[in-house]
């Protein structure tokens, strides 16, 4: 995989899910800088219809990543968690 250019990182903006259920007017704030424009004066009213920040998120998270386990062999569910560490760490 070749390794993206510094002008070309200056094209992207990775929004992690879990910070947008976590902090979405920080990611909202954050998607709007990078694009130039301003934040609706309604987004609040958007924010609060969607339930966000949705802090069951996790919780939630958590079940599924039981149920998972569960299903899967040993050697895949040790795989999916070590890449969940990963992307988590960085």
């Given at each position: 995989m070749k390794?993206?250019?510094i002008s070309q990182k200056k094209k992207?903006?990775?929004v992690r899910y879990e910070d947008l259920m976590l902090k979405p007017g920080v990611i909202v704030n954050k998607?709007?800088?990078f694009l130039g424009k301003a934040v609706s004066p309604d987004i609040k009213k958007v924010l609060k219809r969607e339930h966000l920040?949705?802090?069951s998120y996790f919780d939630k998270?958590?079940?599924k990543i039981m149920?998972?386990?569960r299903l899967s062999s040993p050697k895949y569910f040790k795989l999916l968690m070590s890449i969940q560490n990963k992307y988590f760490s960085e």
């Amino acid at each position: 995989m070749k390794l993206w250019s510094i002008s070309q990182k200056k094209k992207v903006l990775v929004v992690r899910y879990e910070d947008l259920m976590l902090k979405p007017g920080v990611i909202v704030n954050k998607a709007a800088s990078f694009l130039g424009k301003a934040v609706s004066p309604d987004i609040k009213k958007v924010l609060k219809r969607e339930h966000l920040p949705n802090l069951s998120y996790f919780d939630k998270k958590e079940e599924k990543i039981m149920e998972i386990k569960r299903l899967s062999s040993p050697k895949y569910f040790k795989l999916l968690m070590s890449i969940q560490n990963k992307y988590f760490s960085e």
